[in-house]
């Protein structure tokens, strides 16, 4: 029988195990998708711990929001789609019951765009979750332009990672933020035009002078937490910060120091709006083919090292995205 990762306690990674199950019918307007590549997201660990925002099925939740392979079986008025079709998925519904760990997932006919071509299944289960965020964020939300300066912290998350490379094939110019000096030269070779490293460089004086005391048009950032109005002054006057994220989970304080017009930004506001998604998939398809759009991934694991899978994630140290191969 097809198997799949679930859990049926919150808690550490070892809380995930794979178990054996029928495989999954498609219902009216949905297509089951067997699964090659899953993408390990921090929603993924926030379900694994319990503090995902919104109720799920305990014991037997399923896991995992993102995910490529190919369509397996179309499910009564689906149009467009055939078996044998290579996919993106663009959103589980209902990780708890769909969730992409496994070897097949039944998702409705819209959450699917084609797998671009060129992609192997490794970087096409890196892609959506990170670039659809990078790419929502930095342009429809903050309207990013050629030749705006953009500071993207955590840069070398699978976020920031792509936001460098969605500023890049925009023509913005991109100055990622790290923590460690250790990884500068790995974010220059990204695409970042220049990188501040924390753990030696003072953040404002440093984006002052790359920006001649301007300081950039837009903050897209991963973190807040109480350094969030001190990242908000390396901001041009009247410029825009974007919040993605919140790798340190310690309450963020308010930038008060000058205009500034700050967005809170979830990728779903996008992934479930069909219209945006095709905005979305024009796009990634467009920079996978020039080039200029290439998936980081960090390290890749099968099914069975789930665990190892989930404890690099709480690491949160590594370069780009983690995937599991089905
Ligand atoms: N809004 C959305 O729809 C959406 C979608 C996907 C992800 N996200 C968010 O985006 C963020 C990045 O997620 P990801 O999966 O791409 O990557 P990730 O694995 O969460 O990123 C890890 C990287 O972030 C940096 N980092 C970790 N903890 C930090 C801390 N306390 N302070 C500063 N930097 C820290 C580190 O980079 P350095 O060592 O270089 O500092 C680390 O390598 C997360 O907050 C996630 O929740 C949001």
Redesign the pocket.
């Known amino acids: 029988m097809p198997r799949v990762v679930v859990f049926d306690e919150t808690g550490a990674p070892d809380v995930l195990h794979v178990v054996e199950e029928p495989r999954p019918e498609p219902g009216l307007g949905e297509v089951r998708i067997r699964i090659e590549a899953a993408g390990v ?3 993924d660990q926030l379900m694994r711990t319990g503090a995902y925002p919104r109720p799920f099925r305990l014991p037997h939740a399923r896991i995992g929001c993102e995910g490529t392979g190919t369509v397996d079986a179309v499910g009564a008025g689906v149009e467009g789609l055939a078996n044998g079709d290579p996919v993106v998925i663009t959103a589980v519904p209902a990780m708890d019951l769909d969730g992409t760990y496994a070897e097949y997932t039944v998702v409705p006919a819209t959450a699917v765009v084609p797998r671009p071509a060129g992609l192997d299944a490794v970087s096409a289960a890196a892609l959506w ?2 670039y659809g ?1 990078a790419y929502g964020a930095l342009v429809e939300k903050a309207g990013m332009r050629p030749g705006d300066r953009v500071l993207v ?8 990672l792509a936001a460098i490379q969605v500023a890049n094939q925009i023509g913005a110019v991109p100055i990622a933020v ?3 000096t250790a ?1 500068k030269d790995a974010l220059l070779a990204a695409g970042a035009s220049a990188v501040v490293a924390t753990d030696q460089d003072d953040l404002h004086e440093a984006v002052g002078a790359l920006t001649g005391g301007a300081g950039v048009d837009i903050i897209l950032d ?2 807040m937490g109480p350094g969030l109005a001190q990242l908000a002054t390396s901001a041009r006057f009247g410029g825009t910060l974007v919040t ?5 989970p310690r309450p963020a304080t308010m930038p008060t120091t000058a205009p500034l017009t700050i967005y809170r ?4 506001e996008h992934f479930l709006d069909p219209v945006v998604v095709r905005r979305i998939a024009a796009f990634l398809a467009a920079g996978v083919r020039t080039g200029a759009l290439r998936p980081t991934v960090d390290a890749v694991f099968t099914l069975d090292e789930v665990v190892e899978a989930h404890r690099r ?1 709480d690491q ?4 780009g995205k983690i995937v599991i191969t089905i």
Not at 153 to 160: D, F, K, L, M
Not at 244 to 248: A, S
Not at 265 to 268: A, C, K, N, P, R
Not at 316 to 319: C, E, L, P, T, V
Request: proline share 0%; hydrophobic share 45%.
């Open positions: 997201n921090r929603l979750v990170a965020t912290t955590a840069a070398s998350s699978a976020v920031g790290t923590r460690t990884k991963s973190v993605v994220g919140w790798l340190d930004y979830m990728g779903f994630l949160a140290d590594g370069f």
